[in-house]
């Protein structure tokens, strides 16, 4: 699916307030909410809407720490350690990585002690190396890039 300018912006103010009602938006964008509304439905039938999601104040939560880790694997055989992250709730993202290092996880705990937990566990599949976030600059935006 090629996308337009005004498919971009569509999905520009979703992305700020996902819960906009199409009328609303129409009317930033000088269309329709029908118009609209048709354009956001063949946005997600292509696939490129995968879904909408809320942001939760994690701090109101109780998730206070945020750490990255680079993990060294013991073995070449990766399967016992990617069923062990898929089934960890501490884990937001996990990337497969080139250079130093095998994977790069973004975890979240509520305290130091679920942190030590997680790492003692981690240990099983391999070494690893780990930063803790000490204040988030700036979060990822897709279209960023693709707007420039």
């Given at each position: 699916?090629?996308?337009?300018?005004?498919?971009?912006?569509?999905l520009?103010?979703?992305?700020?307030?996902?819960?906009?009602?199409?009328?609303?938006?129409?009317?930033?964008?000088?269309?329709?909410?029908?118009?609209?509304?048709?354009?956001?439905?063949?946005?997600?039938?292509?696939?490129?809407?995968?879904?909408?999601?809320?942001?939760?104040?994690?701090?109101?939560?109780?998730?206070?720490?945020t750490?990255?880790?680079?993990?060294y694997?013991?073995?070449?055989?990766?399967?016992?350690?990617?069923?062990f992250?898929?089934?960890?709730?501490?884990?937001?993202?996990?990337?497969r990585?080139?250079?130093?290092?095998?994977?790069?996880?973004?975890?979240?705990?509520?305290?130091?002690?679920?942190l030590?937990?997680?790492?003692?566990?981690?240990?099983?599949?391999?070494?690893?190396?780990?930063?803790?976030?000490?204040?988030?600059?700036k979060?990822h935006?897709?279209?960023?890039?693709?707007?420039?």
């Amino acid at each position: 699916m090629k996308l337009d300018q005004t498919d971009f912006q569509i999905l520009q103010y979703l992305m700020g307030n996902s819960r906009i009602q199409w009328k609303d938006l129409g009317e930033q964008i000088h269309m329709t909410g029908q118009a609209v509304g048709n354009r956001i439905k063949k946005l997600e039938e292509n696939g490129v809407i995968k879904a909408y999601s809320l942001i939760i104040d994690e701090m109101k939560l109780g998730l206070t720490f945020t750490a990255f880790i680079i993990v060294y694997m013991k073995t070449a055989n990766h399967d016992s350690f990617i069923h062990f992250i898929n089934n960890r709730n501490e884990v937001v993202e996990a990337h497969r990585i080139s250079g130093q290092g095998c994977y790069h996880l973004k975890i979240k705990v509520k305290s130091q002690e679920q942190l030590n937990l997680f790492l003692n566990k981690l240990l099983e599949h391999g070494n690893y190396n780990v930063n803790l976030s000490i204040q988030e600059i700036k979060q990822h935006n897709p279209l960023t890039a693709t707007l420039q």
